[in-house]
Nanobody, 116 residues
């Protein structure tokens, strides 16, 4: 019932930064939390960051903790992922979706490539 559109990806050098944006629309009354996922070539999709929509509390995967920051803009139904100190292993397609609920579908995601 909720649609997510990701944007902000691109090519960046190691150590650089990118900011990803997720615009959500639809029925969000049942959402508990939202998060950013990523999928690298040959690997399964993994959750890298999540944020509670009620409390604003956040959680991060060990691989990104201290480098990534997830935040929300409630009036605009937007979730942001600020990515700093990027590493080549961060290269992946990044997706935004709900956490703890049923995922109906995935958007196209946004490509993040970290390379020199």
């Amino acid at each position: 019932q909720v649609q997510f559109v990701e944007s902000g990806g691109g090519l960046v050098q190691p150590g650089g930064s990118l900011s990803l944006s997720c615009a959500a629309s639809g029925s969000m009354f049942s959402l508990v939390a939202m998060g950013w996922y990523r999928q690298a070539p040959g690997k399964q999709r993994e959750l890298v960051a999540r944020i509670s929509l009620s409390t604003g509390s956040t959680n991060y995967a060990d691989s990104v903790r201290g480098r990534f920051t997830i935040s929300r803009d409630n009036p605009k139904n937007t979730v942001i992922l600020q990515m700093n100190s990027l590493k080549p292993e961060d290269t992946a397609v990044y997706y935004c979706n709900e956490v703890f609920g049923h995922i109906d579908s995935w958007g196209q995601g946004t490509q993040v490539t970290v390379s020199s």
